[in-house]
């Protein structure tokens, strides 16, 4: 490769060539994982020193109320429990356990953890069944998942633990609020609590489907995740109290939706003392909330439940843990794995990117997308989870890929996630493999693209490109090709001026200002006497350029950016590069649904797409239709808002290099792949070397030739 060009893969090669020197922290660093461990500790101390100072003034109080129990009592009343309601307690505690170890499942599938859900059911049964039995659920959960996923360090375990006690205490917000409506519990704060607990789900699931601006690109739980929440919750938590229920003596006589209901408000005050099995505020809320009830048949139904709910169980989950996981916990279905937090990619992702069709592949490195995995690990192309849907962008990674592999492999993906698949911006092969598949197909973009090989300015069509390269020729603008060492100073107060005077940067599938995100790119800088004025960047395979970064500053003068492009096209025509990509225009026809119609409208005025035309038509370029995908006519309805709201949302990404926000040393040094020819390609056996097939000379297939 020549000088100028030799950044490129140099510097995407960064941390791929070099694994360990990415990850090497300096002397400096070394005490950081202490500190974060000294952290960690602390904020677990002070999280259950008030449940503890809680518990103890509850102990004080229960043993007020027991002073004058009779034990003998409480012994007759639990012989008075027959073989038959022990059976019956047994299939009824089984079903509430079974619920409760699938709310890691959940969990898993929402974060895409990638652990199988045989997995995820095993260790989310032994931690919340020693958990519930010990107490202190912050740190045993955490540590029983870390011995049952050897795959997850101690860090990760208390992470995920902490985010299965969030999901439950909101599904058993609900419940317990449901309940409270319809059993008519006598407590003056019920009624409250019913209408919080359903006011704020309700408003978990608006923020789900229509998040605000400010939340349009956090990772929001869709609403199946939510109702699957609610859901296990609900059978966890009432047939619990059904346990209980039927372990009661037989003379006790009382409603099965008052103890239900008032097991579930019991089970909260055990969760807020966080005693050992909520010993102490569980029995001193029953007996509150059950005045008529005697205490003796009360403490006897609730001994018997604490044996099979609560010993029995934890003794299982003692043996398997103490075996511990026998396999790896990895799934092997299809799914997503997430990208690496740095644009500098591993030497197999990197060798499967360049050979790829498509260079809006490239989009992985903004971290915005992660790959698509099938079965086999194989990388199939591009996804995100979106509101409610899970989307694949743009074609496969693998062109010689089954389209059906590569669509089953995604719907699979997304039921795994709770959310509906859909194809953003395909082309006419995987649109009309689609549509012969059931699938809804509209078109939703317009690529234009070039041929560098016969592309001259000259000629009517591009008239208005003449003008426009003549202006910026007069003013003085020089052109130049970026080096290596990109001069980062100048571009980011180029792109900081661009994103004031435009109120912000958008992502997803357009990329975001950062530098070592830019490092990875084909750059070209604009100058007026000696001074950065624009530049603009595009992705690269050895089948395409892509235009992505366009950045000026107000003192630009007209004609620069076309006149950068027009650069860029001359320089991938010297590189042998058989097609250059000006990137897509939202499509502007007639819809026929009336729902696409007003989507795709809000979209177009959102998105200045005719500005955006005339811009790309001054190079006369060929026009390619893109097209979306869905399983239905819902799905791809529910698709086209999520991916408004996030292609509109402003972009949350730090301007600041990744490697400068690292803690754990500094950015690695940068070693390359084997040097490129002149034309982008290299030898065969340079080729052979980074894992790609063997090279032959591009060919526009059908789809580029019909469009």
Known sequence: MDSTGQHRASARADTAAAPEAAHAPNIASKAAPSRLWIKAARGIALRQALPLILALGVALLLADRLAHVDLAKVRAAMATVSARQWALAAVTAAISLAAASRYDAVMHRQLGTGISMRAAHKSGFVAIALSQALGFGAVTGAVMRWRMLREWGFWQSIRFSAAVALSFIAGWAVVAGALALISHVELVWAKSLAFAALTLFGAMVAISIWPPAALARLPLPSVRALMAVIGLAAVDTIFAGLTLYILMPPALSIGIVHLVTTYVFALGAGLLGNTPGGIGPFEVTLMTLLPTVATETLLAGVVAFRLLYYALPACIAAI???????????????????????????????????????????????????????????????????????????????????????????????????RMPALYKVGNRMALSARQAGWKVVPIAREAWLAPATFSPEGPQRRQLRRLLAKAEKSGLTITQAPRDLPLADMSGVAAEWKKTRGGERGFSMGTWCPDYAACQRVFLGYVEDRLVAFVSFHETRNEWTLDLMRSADTAPDGTMQALITHAICAARTHGCPRVSLAATPWDGVDANPVLARIRQKFLNKSNAAGLKRFKAAFAPNWETLYICAPNTLALAVASVDILRRVTARARHPDAPIFARRKAGPAPTPQSFPPLDPVGRGPQDQIAQWGLPPDSPPQEDSDTQAA
């Open 320 to 418: 398997l843990a103490l075996i511990g996981p026998r396999a790896s916990a990895r799934c092997d279905r299809p799914h997503l794995a997430p990208a690496p937090r740095s644009p500098f990619l591993p030497p197999r992702i990197e060798a499967q990117l360049y050979a790829s069709k498509r260079a809006e592949v490239n989009l992985l490195r903004a971290r915005e997308f992660s790959l698509l995995t099938g079965s086999d690990a194989r990388a199939l192309g591009l996804a995100a989870p979106v509101g409610q849907t899970l989307v694949m962008l743009s074609d496969p990674i693998d062109a010689a890929a089954c389209r059906t592999e590569i669509r089953t492999a995604l719907a699979t993906a997304a039921k795994t996630r709770f």
